[in-house]
């Protein structure tokens, strides 16, 4: 069975750093890409980053140069890592199994919880 679980999320002043967890089960890292998304309040989910299933990273300009999306095959976990935080960071974070080209963030439709990230001071 197809599952992703998101984790480490938390709240932290502008200008910290976090780093959020995806745990996978019922497929393989080196056969899929993995795409991180952001919903903030009231606004439509987005793609934000993506690693496909070479390796290949994609970042959306907003947090380009902030985030860095890496994963561990072995450990089935795809982590985003989240510095020089910005309160319009703040919202829920899903990561879902995307298919295809990575950045076009294409999904199952499938969501996990989500893990709730806030920057405030």
């Known amino acids: 069975q197809v599952q992703v679980v998101e984790s480490g999320g938390g709240s932290v002043q502008p200008g910290g750093s976090l780093r959020l967890t995806c745990t996978i089960s019922g497929f393989n890292l080196d056969d899929s890409g993995i795409g991180w998304f952001h919903q903030a309040s009231d606004k439509e989910r987005e793609g934000i980053s993506c690693?496909?299933?070479?390796?290949?990273?994609f970042y959306a300009g907003s947090v380009k140069g902030r985030f860095t999306i890496s994963r561990d095959i072995a450990k089935k976990v795809v982590y985003l890592e989240m510095t020089d935080l910005k309160p319009e960071d703040t919202g829920v974070y899903y990561c879902a199994r995307v298919f295809g080209y990575c950045p076009a963030y294409v999904t199952s439709g499938s969501w996990g919880q989500g893990t709730q990230v806030t920057v405030s001071s």
């Open positions: 690693i496909s299933s070479g390796a290949t990273t």
